[in-house]
């Protein structure tokens, strides 16, 4: 009986060993969403005209972000940077004053 378990033991290690079939994940780096990154080159556009959800869907499709996060005036927002993240912040008029990827 020992040297069966013993025989099954060994057959299954060697067979581990010989196994070839590696799954690698790719693993997202932090605040990365795949397919969405943004850019802020010729966001300048909107800089001056009203904030509406209108001027932020055209913000959002030519910045290629996933998210479009709003930044009314003095309000502190975090630092954490996240690469699919639009925000736009306008003042005290709803006027758009800045556009920043992160």
Not at 27 to 37: A, K, L, S
Not at 80 to 95: F, G, I, K, P, T
């Amino acid at each position: 009986m020992k040297a069966r378990l013993f025989l099954v033991t060994i057959t299954c290690a060697a067979l581990m060993a010989c196994s070839s079939s590696v799954v690698k994940r790719d693993i997202p780096e932090r605040g990365v969403t795949q397919g969405y990154n943004c850019k802020d080159n010729n966001l300048d556009r909107f800089v001056g005209g009203k904030a509406s959800q209108q001027s932020g869907q055209e913000a959002l499709a030519a910045s290629g972000a996933k998210t479009l996060e709003w930044i009314p005036p003095d309000v502190i927002v975090t630092m954490a940077y996240n690469w699919s993240r639009l925000r736009v912040y306008y003042d005290e008029q709803r006027v758009i004053t800045k556009l920043t990827c992160g």
